[in-house]
């Protein structure tokens, strides 16, 4: 997925990306690629298991804001017009809570 999207991993993502395992525990520098790692093993899940359902959670609504981008602009790459992505719910959730 990354190669069809025009991204070249790094070692570290590379391994990632190629990991079998359930999860994966990343501790990595700032900018080093988390989240574009992150939303391509998503978009990869998606891409091998049609119909299932991924979920992307983050601390921070800016956060959580910039993963929806990168995982909307990998989407657009791909041309998949297929994916239901949908947006992030935090202002509708707060504005639904009594008081």
């Known amino acids: 997925v990354a190669e069809y999207c025009g991204i070249t991993p790094d070692e570290w993502q590379a391994r990632v990306l190629s990991s079998t395992h359930e999860r994966q525990l990343l501790l990595c ?7 574009t790692t992150a939303c391509l093993v998503a978009w990869h899940h998606l891409w091998s298991h049609p119909g299932s359902t991924v979920l ?16 909307g602009r990998l989407v657009k790459l791909t041309d998949a017009g297929a994916v239901a992505v949908a947006p992030h719910r935090l202002e509708h959730d707060l504005a639904a809570r009594p008081g």
């Open 29 to 35: 520098s700032r900018q080093s690629g988390k989240s």
């Open 56 to 71: 992307m959670v983050s601390p921070t609504q800016r956060q959580s804001a910039d993963l929806f981008r990168t995982f």
